[in-house]
């Protein structure tokens, strides 16, 4: 457990300060208990590998997997980006661990504030490392929907993420709600470099928010945009097509997992047909009247072609085609 927002001027200054500290974050953890205390430098922390994607603009590539595919649940990407004042981080991780893992990586890059931190959804491997930002000072923002997300489905992910993977990884995590809301847009200055927020209606889930740097017109879309991992509808399908029908302009588009795209035609080409085949099929279930429990092997099986293109794909499709003949067969 590292409190890795606290900064000091030496050393010393930490091993005289850090067990007031100590005390009072543990106050706020019960029934967390103190084993031990030490002072670290931040060099000597584990920080995520990070790469500049344009300048300013740093992204952590997650692991392209499921959760149940994964050995910790690391497996969105995470970014930052450093103005002339302060920093914005988009997307916090899937636990305390990493989040302050992504922590020390900012700080490799710079020593500036973290002003912000913005969570593009409620699924816990973008938002679970939130509480190490907000304890260095940045305000939490995420969409307007996101804390009622949050409160509802937050407590069972964090009791199915420590069942599958301990509850040593998973230490210290809690569901850290957003202290800003945003219901269509909102503008956030870093000191010469503005970021736009974009709350969108459903579509992968009801509380998506994308990310624009005016700088260099980055977007970070959140699972707005999948590459390489199976797209996960748990919003409104016919809601994400539409999203995607509508070109953003500007420079690379950094998706909620795998790499990050040159463009806009990069970047939601392959999932466009994959989830547009997926409606296909879906409406073909339904005009056949066909029960759910036969259903969703058609649609499965339609979408067969698209298998080797698309990582955890078998037990992602099903999950897909269940949702989207939930929602499609009331149209």
């Not at 698309?310 to 067969?329: C, G, I, N, Q, Y």
């Amino acid at each position: 457990m590292t409190l890795a927002g606290q900064p000091f001027a030496s050393i010393d200054q930490c091993a005289a300060e850090a067990p007031r500290i100590a005390e009072g974050w543990l106050a706020d953890h019960a029934p967390l208990v103190q084993g031990g205390l030490s002072c670290l430098p931040l060099s000597g922390l584990p920080a995520l590998p990070v790469a500049a994607v344009a300048p300013g603009v740093n992204v952590h590539l997650g692991q392209v997997a499921q959760f149940e595919d994964s050995p910790d649940g690391w497996i969105a990407n995470l970014g930052f980006v450093v103005g002339r004042d302060s920093i914005a981080v988009i997307d916090a991780g899937a636990s305390r661990a990493q989040g302050q893992a992504l922590f020390a990586a900012i700080r490799a890059v710079s020593d500036k504030p973290i002003s912000h931190l913005v969570l593009t959804h409620m699924h816990p491997d973008h938002a679970f490392g939130a509480e190490v930002f907000r304890e260095a000072g940045a305000a939490v923002i995420g969409h307007e929907k996101l804390a009622d997300a949050l409160q509802a489905r937050g407590p069972a992910y964090l009791d199915n993420l420590t069942r599958l993977y301990g509850p040593g990884p998973m230490i210290g995590t809690r569901v850290a709600l957003p202290d800003v809301a945003v219901a269509d847009r909102l503008e956030i200055d870093l000191g010469g470099r503005v970021l736009t927020l974009t709350a969108t209606g459903p579509a992968h889930s009801d509380n998506d928010l994308t990310v624009r740097d005016s700088a260099t017109g980055t977007l970070f879309a959140g699972d707005l945009v999948f590459r390489g991992l199976t797209p996960i509808v748990d919003g409104s399908l016919p809601g994400w097509l539409d999203w995607m029908a509508v070109p953003q302009p500007g420079g690379p588009v950094v998706p909620g997992h795998g790499p990050v795209a040159a463009d806009w035609r990069d970047a939601v080409t392959a999932q466009r047909d994959f989830l547009t085949a997926l409606a296909h099929h879906t409406r073909q279930a339904v005009r056949a009247g066909l029960p759910l429990s036969q259903a969703v092997p058609a649609i499965v099986d339609g979408l067969q072609p698209f298998a080797g293109n698309w990582a955890s794909f078998p037990d992602s499709v099903a999950r897909d085609a269940t949702a989207a003949f939930k929602e499609l067969e009331w149209e």
